[in-house]
């Protein structure tokens, strides 16, 4: 990703997405449509790892930028041989995005080859890995994945799922992961449930992805959600279900919901466009504010946008054209050039503006920056009143379960009231759904303060998986590796 996108693209940002099919005779193919159709969850790099049980190899490529661009080669294609194959997208959550830090990693046991791509963060990855190199191992990443290889090499005997499954107990943290070995393709989901992967079939194929979107682009269809702490195993006798962690509460992440997942994905058979239908009616219910029209920010406030109009019977309008060919190797060198960043996505449409009191609807505000150029812009076109409403509740605290989230400092609520943030960016009015209300637009009487159901930590600062890095943080030095790749 250029540093462009980085600087006008002011969201929290996706994690990774996983992608993983057994017994299809076009295992690798069916998992570049898979990341295809994943692609919302990381756009940094991208690799598939097959395993052919005619030759009896693993077969592996990985490349940095986007899945077309990585696997659009089709004598690459070809060398991609086998039945069974896993596939990873990165946005680089811990480790900079450089070729060793790719997925999936790849080891050699004395059980056999094992491969691993992983969607989410472990907490204690640093933690683990400090104490693993004073243990003798070398490591060949910065990549927190590379700590759960680790850990089941250094359990020295028995099947690749024991070691996996004692990995799994001694690392902490949000993640999703698919494993492939000689026979098998292993899917394994947090004990809370934090990050999300489903189960499909695509005729005696059995697949793991992160979203169902990734099931739809081949036709599979969705069996069901893993569950929370659930290690799901296909091979050739079907799927198998082991339940190794103490069974806990499910606390998936609400974000997910508000932003992360496409619209047309459903987790726990909840659709995710439907869900932000419903959190834009109730956010309307709670901060109406009379206007001439609702005015989304493209794309994520869309259908937030839409529940928000139909709830207080005002017309919705495209107020905000997005430009969809934005060149994703734009590079702009000065400060002055960069400053435009945002006019080239965004563009006001000034006939439907002009005169108009506008309410635009968004996301979420993270540092603030889009939103203050796009409510200058939305005035430029002519607009009188400009009001916003955020379908998420103020983002007051980072987020460690593998969402690429700025510094608290930086974070626009953390550091002013809403009336000052709304002084900042420059609209009339601001207002953000309440946590309560947010939980009310899931279904629920409310938020659950003893056993929260969701995730909600970057809005209520409630973490719900220890933060065991941050708090050693003091005690030893941080930086993961001397080498550094450019
Ligand atoms: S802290 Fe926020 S973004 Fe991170 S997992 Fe929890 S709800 Fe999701």
Same mark, same amino acid.
């Given at each position: ?11 929290? /940002? ?5 992608? $993983?099919?057994? =017994?299809? %005779? ?15 969850? $990381? !756009?940094?790099?991208? &690799?598939?790892? #097959? ?51 790719? !997925? ?13 791509? /992983? ?36 359990? =020295? %005997? ?14 902490? =943290? ?18 809370? &449930? ?6 499909? !079939? ?40 082991? +339940? ?26 909840? #659709? ?34 839409? %529940?928000?109009?139909?709830?207080? &019977? ?21 400060? !002055? ?7 080239? +996505? ?21 540092? %603030?920056?889009?939103?203050? +150029? ?7 076109? &002519?607009?009188?009143?400009? /009001? ?25 609520? /953390? ?59 003091? +005690? ?11």
């Amino acid at each position: 990703m250029t540093y462009t996108q980085r600087a006008d693209d002011d969201h929290f /940002h996706d994690e990774c997405g996983v992608f $993983g099919i057994f =017994g299809h %005779g076009e295992a690798a193919t069916h998992v570049v449509l898979g990341l295809h159709a994943l692609q919302h969850r $990381g !756009q940094e790099a991208c &690799g598939i790892v #097959s395993y052919d049980a005619d030759d009896g190899r693993f077969h592996a490529h990985r490349a940095l930028g986007h899945v077309g661009d990585a696997f659009g080669d089709e004598s690459l294609m070809a060398t991609l041989k086998g039945q069974a194959a896993i596939g990873h997208n990165r946005y680089a959550t811990t480790g900079a995005t450089v070729l060793r830090n790719v !997925q999936p990693l790849f080891a050699e046991f004395d059980c056999g080859g094992f491969s691993v791509g /992983h969607n989410g963060n472990l907490t204690n990855a640093s933690t683990l890995r400090r104490s693993l190199v004073k243990q003798g191992c070398l490591f060949q990443s910065t990549s927190d994945t590379e700590v759960i290889v680790h850990l089941m090499a250094m359990r =020295g %005997g028995g099947s690749v799922i024991d070691r996996l499954t004692d990995a799994m107990r001694q690392v902490e =943290g949000a993640y999703s992961l698919v494993a492939l070995t000689e026979d098998s393709v292993i899917g394994v989901r947090d004990p809370l &449930g934090v990050r999300p992967l489903v189960l499909g !079939q695509l005729g005696d194929a059995w697949i793991l992805c992160s979203e169902t979107c990734a099931l739809d682009i081949i036709g599979a269809t969705w069996v069901r959600d893993v569950e929370p702490g659930e290690i799901v195993v296909l091979d050739r006798n079907g799927v198998h279900s082991l +339940k190794p962690f103490a069974p806990q509460r499910q606390r998936f992440c609400v974000f997910e919901y508000i932003y992360f997942a496409r619209p047309d994905s459903s987790i726990a058979s909840r #659709s995710v466009y439907q869900a932000r239908r419903m959190i834009g009616a109730e956010l309307a219910r709670e901060s109406h504010i009379d206007a001439d029209l609702v005015v989304p920010i493209p794309d994520s406030g869309v259908p937030a946008a839409i %529940g928000y109009a139909e709830e207080c &019977g005002l017309p919705f309008e495209l107020g905000i054209i997005r430009n969809h060919y934005v060149g994703r190797t734009f590079i702009e060198p000065t400060d !002055q050039i960069r400053h435009l960043g945002v006019r080239l +996505k965004h563009n006001a449409n000034r006939t439907l503006l002009e005169g108009k009191n506008v309410i635009l609807v968004d996301d979420s505000i993270v540092r %603030g920056t889009t939103s203050r +150029k796009i409510v200058q812009m939305v005035r430029a076109a &002519g607009a009188r009143e400009v /009001h916003m409403r955020i379908s998420s509740p103020p983002t007051t605290n980072p987020c460690f379960y593998g969402i690429d989230t700025p510094s608290q400092r930086e974070l626009l609520a /953390h550091n002013l009231s809403v009336d000052a943030m709304a002084d900042d960016i420059g609209v009339d009015s601001l207002a953000f759904i309440t946590i309560d209300g947010l939980y009310r637009a899931m279904g629920e009487s409310g938020r659950d303060s003893s056993f929260p159901q969701y995730c909600d930590a970057c809005f209520s600062g409630d973490y719900p998986i220890s933060l065991v890095d941050l708090a050693n943080a003091d +005690k030893a030095d941080p930086q993961l590796s001397l080498l550094w790749e450019g």
